[in-house]
Structure formats: C-alpha cells, structure tokens
C-alpha cells in the first residue's frame, strides 16, 4: 500500500492578512505565482503524492472561486469535494471539518500556500506514503527559524522536541505545510485545546505523534526549494524560481494537466482536449508534452 490509499485536504482559508491590501477582496491561494494560481502548486504536490481524492476547505466567501477554478477535478484525473472554515481556527482544524471525509484512514495535509520543487522532492514523498502508521513531516532549514514551527532531531535524525516559533530555537529545522498523518490524526485533533492565539495549533497534533514515538520526519536537501508563500517577498520569489526552472528545462513546476498525464490519471487523449481550450503558452506546453 502507499499513497493510493490516502486521502489529501487542501488547506486554502485564512485572511492572507500579510499580504492585504492584494487578499482584502480575494483569496491568496487564487493569486498568480508566475503562470498559475498559487493553489495549484500544493495540488500537484498532493497527485504527485499518488492521491486523487482532496478536500479543499476555504473560506464560505472563497469557495465559488474555487469551484470555478477547480471544478470537480475530473479535469486533473483527481476528485475534488468542497468545505468551510467560517472562522480561522488553525490549521489542525482541517481534521475537525473533515473528520467524516476522513474517516479512519490516512490523509495528507496541504497548506494551500506553500510551494515545493526540485530533484529528489518525489522521493519523499515516496517513503511518506511507505509510512502506514504515526506522522510523517517534511523538514527544511531556513536562517531565520524563529518564525516557523521548528523540530529538533538527535544524533540518529529522530525527533526530540517541537516549538512553535521559538526565541531561541534548538535547531534551523522549520516544518514545512506539509503532513501525512494516520487514522489517529481526527480523534486527535478533536481532544486540542486552542491555544493562547485561539488556533488549534498543527504542532500540538504533532506533538501527540512524537510523544507516542511515531513521528517520522524528512528532512529536504538543498536540491529542494519550499515556500511559505505567504509574504510578497515569498511569492516574487517562487515566481522567480519557477519562471527560471521552466525556462531552462522546458517542464512546468505545479500543472495539474502534466502531473496528471505523468501519473497516469489522465490519457494523452484527455490531455489534448483539454490543450484545445488554451490559446496561449499553458496550452502549447500541454501540447508539447503530447
């Protein structure tokens, strides 16, 4: 078994008060990172994953933007449902709102606002979804690690310890907004208290993991780039990034239609449609695949 059997959430809520006035009248996760929308970045990295059935839950205001954009995924070979989050209570209460969609089996969670690409990044995933029990979190360094949720490894790469934006961090390790969790993760998430932000925090879910011994972490070389695109200096980079790999390789970073032709979820035939209804350079790069 591996990912086949996960489910995935995409986590597109929030304010995106860091980026207002741009997100004041429309979701980040709809803002342009280069030639797509921000969203599809974490999308792809969840097919990419091998899974095809996700619920993106966003703000009630958001959602008809994202059904317009999305749809019922049958356009990316992947099934897509649709929920609410009416009030911003932290990223853990995704298992809250989609207990039912999860059930009992594994899920793998995805911040709608982060961005991975590189060599190697699908490797890690690979032995994420080999994981069949506990958690599984995807660990970068950063120079500033006081800003993020940091994990500190011993000598063997297991976890010790988490914090959430220390002072006086323990380690350059931040967790990235990506997580596979086991069927634990719902019955967990239900027993967190908020914390002194009110948010029921993803470190808390975490922690439970680590306290149990069950959290697995990997940690992503140089080769792989990650973005909290949360910050206009986050997106102008990751712009940047993607527009200079696509350039240089003649891939695209985070579009469903190849990632899906690649996985097999969609036929070369399939493809070709849907290249039909693009008459700029999105469609001559599907069309280049075929």
Request: with cysteine; glycine share 10%.
């Amino acid at each position: 078994m591996g990912s086949q059997d996960c489910r995935g959430i995409l986590l597109a809520a929030g304010l995106g008060s860091r980026l207002w006035p741009m997100t004041r009248a429309v979701s980040k996760q709809l803002l342009p990172v280069y030639d797509k929308p921000l969203i599809y970045y974490p999308l792809t990295v969840l097919m990419l994953a091998g899974i095809r059935e996700i619920l993106v839950i966003s703000r009630p205001q958001d959602l008809a933007a994202f059904r317009c954009l999305l749809g019922d995924g049958s356009s990316f070979g992947v099934e897509i449902r649709y929920a609410e989050q009416q009030q911003s209570r932290g990223i853990a209460d995704a298992f809250r709102i989609g207990a039912d969609y999860i059930g009992k089996g594994r899920v793998a969670l995805a911040l709608g606002d982060n961005i991975f690409c590189g060599a190697g990044f699908g490797d890690h995933l690979a032995k994420a979804g080999q994981n069949l029990t506990g958690a599984t979190v995807f660990a970068c360094q950063v120079p500033d690690p006081e800003r993020f949720g940091i994990v500190e490894l011993d000598a063997g790469d297991a976890a010790v310890s988490l914090e959430e934006k220390p002072l006086q961090p323990k380690s350059n390790l931040a967790v990235t907004g990506l997580y596979f969790y086991d069927g634990e993760v719902v019955q967990i998430a239900k027993r967190l208290r908020p914390s002194d932000r009110g948010e029921l925090e993803i470190t808390d879910v975490n922690r439970a993991y680590l306290c149990r011994g069950q959290l697995h972490v990997e940690v992503l070389g140089n080769e792989v780039s990650w973005f909290d695109a949360g910050t206009p200096d986050a997106m102008l980079e990751a712009a940047n990034l993607v527009r200079r790999i696509e350039s240089q390789t003649g891939r695209m970073v985070g579009c469903p239609e190849e990632v899906a032709l690649r996985m097999g979820f969609l036929s070369t035939e399939q493809v070709t449609e849907i290249a039909a209804k693009y008459g700029n350079h999105y469609g001559d790069h599907l069309r280049r695949l075929l």
